[in-house]
Structure formats: C-alpha cells, structure tokens
C-alpha cells in the first residue's frame, strides 16, 4: 500500500489537488492489460485513478497506446462530453494536458485522473436494459458519423486474422490426434471470416460498450461509459455484431446461452431496421460467430490446453470439450439473428 500511497502522491502532484488529503478507497483487480487502478479521494471528491505502461499485451491485436494516439483518444472523450454523451470526464493536468507522463522506479508511466461515477454493472441483461443499450448506441453513432481522426480505420477482421493465425500456429505444433480436431474448427473460422467481410464497410469511432464497462442508476437508466483505451475505428455492423453478442445474456457474462428474445430488444432500440442492407443482414452471423468463437479468450485457452506436458490422450479429451463448448456458442449465436 505505501507504494501504492507514494506513486500516486507523486503523479497527484501534477494536478490541481492536495495530494496529501489523499485515501485510496479501492485498488481495482488487474486485467490481462496490467494497469494499475485505483478509485482515490481527495477531500469530498471521488475519482478513478489509472497508470498506463508501453507494453501491455502479449499480442497485437489492439491499438498501441501510443501518446499520439491517446492523445486523439482524449479529444474524443471532450467531444462526447460536449455533446450529451455520458462518457467518463478527464481531469486536466496543471499543464493542460489530459494526462499526466512521469517516471517511477526507472519505468514511465502515463497517469489519467477521471471524475468518479457512482452507479453499477448490469450483465445480467433484461429487455428494457438491451433496448436503452441499443438506443444509446444509436445515438453516439447518429453523433460521431462525420468525425474525423488520425486513428487507423481496423477492424476486427485483422483481429480474427491474427487469432486464426494463431490457431494455424497452435495446429502445427501439436500432437496429430489434438491437430485432427482443430481443423474443422480452423476451416469454419475461414469460412465466417470470408463471409462476414465481403460488403462495403461503414468505419466510425466508438469505445469498448461491454456490460463491465457501462454504469447503471437504480432505476436502470444508462449514466456511464467508463473505458477509454479501446476507443478507436470500428466498422459500424461489426459493432453492432458485438453489442448483439453481450446484451442478449439475461444469465450473465459467464454463460453460454443467449436470448433472442434480448438480441431483438437491442436491435429494435438501436432502429437496425433503419440502416442495414440485406447484405449486412446476411454476414450478421458470421459477425456474431466470430465475437463469440474466434477472441482472445478462446484462443488463450486453446494455446493453453496444447501447451500441457499431459499425454495427448487427457490433451485431446480437454481439447475436444473445449472446442465441442465453442462450437455450441457459435450455433447459438447464429440463432440469433436466423431464428
């Protein structure tokens, strides 16, 4: 705790605070990314505190934190927040900057300071909740249609290509019985990610709008965004794939079952009707089969099994239940949107 205590001291210095008032009311569980974050208070005024490194994935999937592109992160974050969008509020440094670079222990660290929001997460999702979700959306894609950055416009097709680049990596290397079972799986991958991308995309700025990254009040009224390092470039229908994907569990983020009654509500409050071509309407499942079945999470787990020193006989069961799982969620998820 005291080095906790003196790293934030020493970043609190450059702001317009009394850093000796400070107490640190929670220190946030780490994630996979390793940042340190804190929600802090000074005196009567709450704040989420959050230390950002270089290196902090061991792929490459997601956009470097490059200070350039935090940069255009934060002018996006004041452009929401000038418009009505419940979006987390920076806390300017004293220099004016939006953020805060300093040295700890020979390692440099980017420092953000945001205003607290008290409210809570709802991932057990309901009809009202996915339908205010999708109106939310609705209305920060009306909003940032025409806004324009310096942020590469990619997808998650890149995404997907460098997860099914992995698997392909993961298939070589393992035992020939584990390898038979992969490339089923590995063919269905291509085949998902050859459909999903054949139309004209629509590219437009948005940030990770998963149920752990969105504040409810009691009366289940949306009152904050709260996740700012994934802001970038998406194409507008794969977005729309992945909202579909987290708001249609009404058992939580953990579960593999999905309502369609739910992913309906989403999109009738997102006014899908309004937009979507046959064509989108088409590779909305593949979209849908490659949130679910072609991420992080089920790649790691994947890499993970083939890489115990187990015989490949309890190797093969471990791996066969595993994509058997997988499989499941995909046809489920493509239900959604064919049912």
């Known amino acids: 705790m005291d080095k906790q205590m003196d790293m934030l001291q020493q970043a609190l210095a450059a702001y317009n605070l009394i850093p000796h008032c400070l107490v640190i009311e929670t220190t946030m569980q780490k994630h996979f990314h390793?940042?340190?974050?804190?929600?802090?208070?000074?005196?009567?005024?709450?704040?989420?505190?959050?230390?950002?490194?270089?290196?902090?994935?061991?792929?490459?999937?997601?956009?470097?934190?490059?200070?350039?592109?935090?940069?255009?992160?934060?002018?996006?974050?004041?452009?929401?927040?000038?418009?009505?969008?419940?979006?987390?509020?920076?806390?300017?440094?004293?220099?004016?900057?939006?953020?805060?670079?300093?040295i700890w222990n020979g390692a440099e660290y980017r420092f953000f300071l945001f205003e607290w929001i008290e409210g809570q997460h709802i991932?057990?999702?309901?009809?009202?909740?996915?339908?205010?979700?999708?109106?939310?959306?609705?209305?920060?894609?009306?909003?940032?249609?025409?806004?324009?950055?310096?942020?590469?416009?990619?997808?998650?097709?890149e995404g997907s290509?460098?997860?099914?680049?992995?698997?392909?990596?993961?298939?070589?290397a393992a035992p020939p019985e584990?390898?038979?079972?992969?490339?089923?799986y590995i063919a269905d991958a291509k085949k998902h990610i050859e459909h999903a991308y054949k139309s004209t995309r629509e590219f437009l700025m948005q940030s990770d709008l998963n149920p752990l990254n969105i504040l409810w009040d009691d009366k289940e009224q949306l009152i904050g965004i709260i996740d700012f390092e994934h802001i970038g470039y998406t194409e507008r229908v794969e977005a729309l794939a992945w909202l579909v994907k987290w708001y249609s569990r009404a058992e939580g983020l953990s579960s593999h079952e999905f309502s369609p009654a739910l992913a309906h509500s989403l999109l009738e409050g997102y006014g899908a009707a309004d937009f979507m071509y046959p064509?989108?309407?088409?590779?909305?499942?593949?979209?849908?089969?490659?949130?679910?079945?072609?991420?992080?999470?089920?790649?790691?787990?994947t890499r993970r099994i083939l890489n115990q020193t187990d015989s490949a006989g309890p190797m093969k069961m471990e791996l066969d239940a595993h994509l058997s799982k997988y499989s499941g969620r995909g046809k489920k998820l493509g239900a959604l949107i064919t049912d």
């Not at 309901?126 to 959306?137: D, E, F, I, T, W």
């Not at 909305?284 to 790649?299: A, D, I, Y």
């Open 178 to 184: 584990c390898r038979e079972l992969l490339l089923p």
């Open 279 to 301: 064509e989108d309407w088409e590779r909305l499942p593949s979209l849908l089969w490659l949130t679910g079945c072609l991420n992080w999470g089920f790649v790691e787990k």
């Open 123 to 157: 991932t057990r999702c309901s009809p009202s909740v996915a339908s205010k979700m999708g109106a939310m959306v609705r209305q920060l894609h009306t909003l940032v249609a025409d806004y324009e950055c310096s942020l590469p416009k990619i997808s998650h097709r």
């Open 34 to 102: 390793g940042d340190d974050h804190f929600k802090i208070r000074i005196g009567e005024k709450a704040y989420s505190a959050r230390f950002i490194s270089g290196k902090r994935y061991e792929h490459d999937v997601f956009l470097p934190l490059t200070d350039t592109i935090l940069a255009e992160q934060m002018q996006f974050i004041y452009f929401l927040n000038d418009n009505g969008i419940p979006f987390m509020r920076p806390v300017a440094a004293l220099s004016g900057n939006a953020y805060h670079k300093f």
């Open 161 to 172: 290509r460098t997860f099914l680049g992995l698997l392909e990596e993961a298939a070589c």
